[in-house]
C-alpha cells in the first residue's frame, strides 16, 4: 500500500509570490490534514479536510488556504509568500475523523527569499 | 499559547540505557495522547498512543505513563538503540471541539554507541 505522497519535495520561492502544495493520501483515507513544522515550533496545525469539506483550521492568516477533491487529494495554497513562511509543509491522512491516528508523508521543504 | 509543552529540546543517552523523554499539557480537555518519531527528510511516523482512561500503555521497548493529575505524560524506550536516534512529538486530541491533533516542539533523542 502505497504511503502519502506529496510533491513537489522541495520548493524555492520569492517573497510575494504564490506556491501550491499537493498531496495524495493513502488508498481509502478519507481525511487529509495538513501541518507547518518550523525548528523550535513543532508541529503547527493549519487545516483538515474530510470529504471534500474543511473539518478544522488553525490560527494561520487567510493566506493559507486548502482543498479537498473527490479522490480525497489535497492541496494547499499560500498566497503572498513571507520569509516566515519557510518552513517544512506536512501532509497526514487517516480513515475517519480528527484525532485519529495520522499517517505523514516526507513533507515539502519550502524556502522563501 | 503551547498546550503542549516539550521543555527539553535535546536528550543523549547511552545504547542499552533508558531514555525518557517529557510531555506536558495544560488543556485538560484532552483525552487521546500520541508519540511520534521523525528522521531527517522523513514524516514523521505514528509510535504509540495512550487515552486518558489508561495510566500506561506499553509495546515492546516502548512505555507511555500518562499521570492525569500532573498533566504530563512521558515515554520510556528500554533499552535504547541507536536506531531510536530521531526527533520525538508529543501529540494531544481533545475530546470535544476542535479534535485535530496539537503537537509539542519535539525532542531531539541521541542514542551513543
Known amino acids: 500500500k502505497a504511503g502519502v505522497t506529496q510533491t513537489p519535495r522541495y520548493l524555492i520561492k520569492t517573497r510575494g509570490q504564490q506556491v501550491t502544495l499537493s498531496c495524495s493520501p493513502i488508498s481509502g483515507h478519507r481525511s487529509v490534514s495538513w501541518y507547518q513544522q518550523t525548528p523550535g515550533q513543532g508541529l503547527q496545525f493549519l487545516f483538515e479536510?474530510?470529504?471534500?469539506?474543511?473539518?478544522n483550521k488553525g490560527n494561520f492568516p487567510g493566506r493559507f488556504s486548502g482543498r479537498q477533491f473527490s479522490n480525497s487529494r489535497s492541496e494547499m495554497n499560500v498566497s503572498t509568500l513571507e520569509l516566515g513562511d519557510s518552513a517544512l509543509y506536512l501532509c497526514?491522512?487517516?480513515?475517519?475523523?480528527?484525532?485519529?491516528?495520522?499517517?505523514f508523508g516526507s513533507g515539502t521543504q519550502l524556502s522563501v527569499l | 499559547d503551547q498546550q503542549v509543552k516539550q521543555n527539553s529540546p535535546s536528550l543523549s543517552v547511552q545504547e542499552g540505557r533508558i531514555s525518557i523523554l517529557n510531555c506536558d499539557y495544560t488543556n485538560s480537555m484532552f483525552d487521546y495522547f500520541l508519540w511520534y518519531k521523525k528522521y531527517p527528510a522523513e514524516g514523521p511516523t505514528f509510535l504509540i498512543s495512550?487515552?486518558?482512561?489508561?495510566d500506561k500503555n506499553e509495546d515492546g521497548r516502548f512505555t507511555v505513563f500518562l499521570n492525569k493529575s500532573a498533566k504530563h505524560l512521558s515515554l520510556h524506550i528500554v533499552p535504547s538503540q541507536p536506531g531510536d536516534s530521531a526527533v520525538y512529538f508529543c501529540?494531544?486530541?481533545?475530546?470535544?471541539?476542535?479534535?485535530?491533533?496539537?503537537f509539542g516542539s519535539g525532542t531531539r533523542l541521541q542514542v551513543q554507541p
Open positions: 501529540a494531544a486530541r481533545q475530546d470535544t471541539g476542535r479534535r485535530a491533533l496539537t
Open positions: 497526514a491522512s487517516s480513515l475517519g475523523t480528527s484525532g485519529e491516528k495520522l499517517f
Open positions: 479536510y474530510f470529504s471534500e469539506t474543511q473539518r
Open positions: 495512550i487515552s486518558s482512561i489508561k
